[in-house]
């Protein structure tokens, strides 16, 4: 696809980026990109463990336009915040902050492959709130490997080709590039220094509008659809606490992932379960709880570390095997205070076992069930970010008010940060235009 048939298209997301393209000539080769924000329903912190979310795809988004230029440099201008970034791509240098990760995707896509001969122009825009928890970063990593593909040494690369062989096999890879764990025959790096999952990745990319995914992460895989029911009206509220992946928000992300990894690591040790996650060992014929609480008071190195890896283990299991199995049930049979019942609970375990609420987390969910909701929860990383809620859609605009509202009243200094939309599930990332291997990808 060229520019000019981008330019044909008139399509409402990208028209008011063209103006910035003046200068390019039509025939050049192009995409045009749409990469939504996501929800997390539940599933905190279950992903990287071999667990299951519960995920959609959010309105939110970022929208751009990449073209194909003569020299190997990877150029982004953020419409939105007036970033730019010239990224040499022979090779590509590590990079920090909001660079790292674009710098993140070239890195691994161009791993194993000839030096480029060519780069890609991308401006984009967005309004996914920032550091909100609605996973703006990763959304930028996939807008970023997705752009690159106009790079035919990223397209035609034999090791991407060799390692990822489907839509999953995508999700989990862009989660191993924000990570930097190897994937497939292609060795990891540095990556953003967030030692996570691909549970963003997966809904951003795999979300279906309208419907809320099952997902499992080990492999990446849709295991259920939930039709949003149209009764029902999806609320979001930023706390103004910003939970940037790339401060101090990292270290204690990574604690949790860390005490995740040495349960799943020791098990995997012990009875030869792969992956070495908590979610393969549950599955194991050789998993009792009597095993590992064996376990852990082996592993642990005080009173204080066996407290946490239980605490750890402990809100894991009864995501995945409780809360998550009941809030399906609840769902498909409407019963929507049964559904409540299983939020709440999956909120209190994020409080007081997994550590990674603050005071401003918790109030938005207690204010929002104080507004009318039938159910809230905080979501993303933890220690800062969102909440949902789940309101009636007759009288939603209400309680989207009534809880904007009181959260404001009750913390005027997060006032300037803190958001409050309707949402709804949307689609997952959208491409016009996308060379041949990447469709291909997107379709299996």
Same mark, same amino acid.
């Given at each position: ?120 122009? $991308?401006?984009?825009? %967005? &309004?996914?709130?920032?550091?909100? +928890?609605? /996973?703006?970063?990763? @959304?930028?990593?996939?807008? =970023? !490997? ?79 659809? $939930?039709?949003?029911? %149209? &009764?029902?009206?999806?609320?979001? +509220?930023? /706390?103004?606490?910003? @939970?940037?992946?790339?401060? =101090? !928000? ?83 049979? %409407? &019963? ?109």
């Amino acid at each position: 696809m060229t520019l000019t048939d981008i330019r044909h298209r008139r399509n409402a997301w990208i028209l008011d980026l063209l103006p910035l393209l003046e200068d390019v000539s039509g025939d050049v080769e192009a995409m045009a990109l749409r990469v939504p924000g996501r929800v997390e329903l539940l599933g905190k912190h279950t992903d990287y463990a071999g667990g299951i979310s519960l995920t959609c795809a959010s309105t939110r988004k970022m929208t751009g336009i990449a073209v194909r230029t003569d020299e190997p440099v990877f150029e982004m201008m953020d419409l939105s915040s007036g970033q730019r970034m010239a990224l040499p791509l022979a090779p590509p240098p590590e990079m920090q902050g909001w660079y790292a990760y674009p710098s993140a995707a070239a890195r691994r896509l161009l791993s194993h492959a000839p030096t480029p001969s060519s780069g890609v122009r $991308l401006v984009f825009r %967005g &309004d996914i709130p920032s550091a909100s +928890g609605m /996973s703006s970063s990763s @959304a930028l990593l996939v807008l =970023s !490997a997705l752009a690159l593909f106009m790079v035919p040494e990223v397209a035609s690369n034999p090791r991407l080709k060799e390692s990822v062989r489907s839509v999953g096999d995508w999700c989990a890879f862009l989660g191993a590039v924000e990570s930097g764990y190897d994937f497939g025959s292609m060795t990891g790096g540095s990556g953003v220094g967030l030692r996570g999952g691909s549970q963003d990745h997966t809904a951003i990319v795999m979300g279906r509008e309208g419907e809320v995914g099952l997902f499992g992460y080990h492999p990446v895989e849709r295991l259920l659809t $939930l039709a949003w029911p %149209g &009764d029902m009206q999806l609320l979001i +509220g930023v /706390s103004g606490v910003a @939970a940037p992946k790339a401060t =101090s !928000a990292r270290e204690r992300y990574n604690t949790a992932s860390d005490l995740a990894a040495r349960i799943g690591q020791e098990f995997a040790r012990r009875h030869g379960t792969s992956p070495p996650v908590i979610g393969a060992a549950m599955e194991s014929e050789a998993f009792e709880e009597g095993r590992i609480i064996e376990l852990i008071d082996a592993i642990a190195t005080s009173a204080e570390d066996r407290t946490a890896l239980w605490h750890r283990f402990a809100q894991f299991h009864d995501e995945c095997t409780v809360v998550i199995p009941g809030v399906v049930d609840a769902w498909q049979s %409407g &019963d929507w205070s049964a559904f409540g019942r299983y939020v709440a609970r999956s909120q209190q375990m994020a409080d007081e076992w997994l550590g990674n609420q603050v005071p401003e987390t918790n109030r938005l969910v207690a204010q929002a069930l104080e507004a009318g909701a039938v159910a809230a929860s905080s979501f993303g990383a933890g220690f800062g970010g969102a909440a949902w809620a789940i309101a009636r859609k007759e009288g939603a605009e209400t309680v989207l008010e009534r809880w904007r509202a009181a959260y404001e009243t009750a913390c005027p200094e997060h006032r300037v940060r803190s958001v409050f939309f309707t949402d709804e599930p949307a689609e997952g990332a959208e491409v016009l235009g996308a060379p041949a291997s990447l469709s291909a990808l997107l379709a299996g």
